[in-house]
């Protein structure tokens, strides 16, 4: 009797060497196209242009009160404090929700009714309720990431497999027991997805937010780009937008390795 | 030990339409007797063994363990499935030390528990090890062990080697029987499969081939263990069996 080794597979040379050269295409690309008045500067800003006010961003707080990262950092807060919450209170939720007939009973037609409401569509009323300051753009986020953790890890507890919930019955499992010790662990592969989807979803909701009611952050600097007539300040703030969110994303596929290699191995 | 009383079985598919699975199956089994119950595919035995194992309720009859009826699942048997059924996610000795954990054993109760039967299914040294770095026969070792380790007075085994390959599973034939020469239970088998029957069976219940599944006989197997596979015997019971199933089908 053997126990099974694993193999290890190399990435072929064109997928490491390919995508450099496509990124590089891109760029120069896009360079050549403003340089040479193809598309009016007016309309889009050069590679070039961007990067110098990235520079610029650094040090001067003009002509949008805030420099680069600082309006980063308030994003970022906003987007953790409302993707903490709908994680706090989206995941129990669906995991019982998975389980227990009452929870389900009582919290899916609520959840229901409120789903297919998309969050950017609830901004007007976080005006009136909160300003336009960061407890309102938490409470949007928090929506947005809420409905793929829910649904997440309903169906991942739903998916536990019916035999081994049978197997754990009949050495004399508690319901509780079986939550805890076997739809739990059988759901969080799911969960862990739900870390990513939420955080696309919250990343999303947030530059929305912000776009229509802030006074700092990324979005807010993109609409400030566009109202100063500032081509190169809407790409930026995209470009920054885009890079954070990436970042976060990282952060958050390292911690899920990290985790599912304590469950698993 | 067991008795099935009169036990029928019709499960209801969409549409209301009646499915009669089992009829009138009445089984009596004793204290440490190993009974096998042979019957093809589709004839309502692994079903049989659900309503023994308390998952389903039957139609009609009754099922009784030492005198008190089945009303539900129970740690008192012990189930061994078909498809390992092991948590991926736990170690072997995760997976064996399960039951005793649930019952409210303090750890290292059950951790001595779960070794000493992951010691009687010939796997230890595997402890740390995971369900997918096993192979099939290894797996199953960890279910029985896992059955084992709750300490049930009836052990159910629903088809355990029917994914193995031939040569595994006569092997895992032999280690079942030196896993229950060694630690005796009332056993109850089912199986498609002759051979495996008379390898390791006090008792042969057959059943018919069609649903509704009905007991067609009861064979006595009076031959001395561990039993020859080729033996005149052995190769005489076979031919009964073959031939008084065959006609049934």
């Known amino acids: 009797m053997t126990a099974y080794r694993e193999v290890v597979v190399r990435t072929p040379l064109a997928l490491k060497i390919l995508p450099i050269v496509s990124v ?28 110098q006010l990235l520079f610029d961003k650094f040090t ?3 002509p949008d009160g805030a420099l680069l990262h600082q309006h980063a950092w308030v994003s970022i807060q906003e987007a953790f404090g409302g993707y903490f919450l709908a994680l706090a209170v989206g995941l129990p939720l669906g995991l019982a929700m998975g ?7 009582l919290a899916r ?7 297919p409401i998309p969050p950017v569509a609830w901004i007007p009323l976080t005006i009136f309720w909160f300003g336009i300051g960061l407890p309102g753009k938490i409470f949007i986020i928090w929506l947005g990431g809420l ?9 991942g507890v739903k998916m536990t497999n019916p035999t081994l919930i049978q197997m754990a019955r009949t050495y004399g499992a508690s319901d509780w027991q079986i939550f805890r010790q076997l739809c739990i662990p059988s759901a969080l592969p799911m969960v862990f997805g739900a870390l990513q989807i939420a955080l696309a979803c919250c990343w999303t909701n947030l ?5 229509l009611a802030a006074d700092a952050g990324l979005g807010f600097m993109i609409t400030m780009g566009r109202r100063l007539a500032m081509p190169e300040m809407v790409v930026l703030g995209m470009f920054m937008v885009g890079l954070t969110g990436a970042f976060i994303g990282v952060i958050i596929d390292r911690v899920e390795k990290r985790l599912l290699a304590g469950i698993r191995r | 030990m067991i008795e099935c009383r009169n036990v029928s079985k019709t499960f209801i598919q969409k549409g209301s339409q009646e499915v009669p699975v089992l009829e009138d199956v009445s089984i009596d089994v004793q204290a440490n007797e190993f009974v096998v119950i042979l019957g093809p595919g589709q004839s309502g035995k692994s079903t049989l063994l659900r309503i023994i194992a308390g998952l389903e309720t039957p139609t009609t009859g009754t099922v009784i363990l030492d005198g008190e009826p089945v009303t539900g699942p129970g740690a008192d048997r012990g189930l061994v499935f078909q498809g390992y059924m092991l948590f991926p996610w736990k170690t072997v000795l995760g997976n064996v030390e399960m039951g005793p954990k649930l019952c409210g054993l303090p750890r290292d109760e059950a951790r001595d528990i779960a ?7 010939g796997l230890n040294g595997f402890e740390k090890h995971y369900p997918h770095q096993l192979s099939g026969g290894m797996k199953q070792r960890v279910g029985i062990a896992r059955a084992y380790a709750n300490k049930p007075r009836v052990m159910l085994l629903d088809e355990p080697f029917g994914q193995l390959d031939a040569q595994t599973r006569i092997f895992m034939e032999q280690e079942t ?28 219940v057959t059943i018919e081939g069609k649903l509704p599944g009905r007991v067609q006989r009861t064979y006595t197997v009076d031959l001395p263990r561990p039993r020859d596979l080729t033996g005149k015997h052995f190769l005489e019971m076979r031919r009964e069996i073959i031939d008084a199933s065959v006609l049934t089908l």
């Open chain 2, 115 to 121: 070794m000493h039967y992951i010691d009687l299914v």
């Open chain 1, 60 to 62: 001067n707080v003009d």
């Open chain 1, 99 to 105: 389980w227990f007939n009452v929870a389900e009973g």
């Open chain 1, 109 to 115: 037609p609520i959840f229901e009714i409120i789903r």
């Open chain 1, 147 to 155: 409905v793929p953790c829910v649904i997440n890890a309903y169906v």
């Open chain 2, 177 to 204: 029987e030196r896993i229950w020469q060694t630690d005796k239970r009332t056993v109850l088998f089912v199986t498609n499969n002759t051979d495996e029957a008379l390898f390791l069976a006090d008792r042969i």
């Open chain 1, 207 to 211: 530059v929305a937010a912000e776009l």
């Open chain 1, 24 to 51: 590089a295409t891109f760029f120069i690309a896009w360079e050549i196209v403003v340089r040479t008045g193809v598309v009016p500067d007016t309309m889009l800003a050069a590679p070039t242009t961007v990067t």
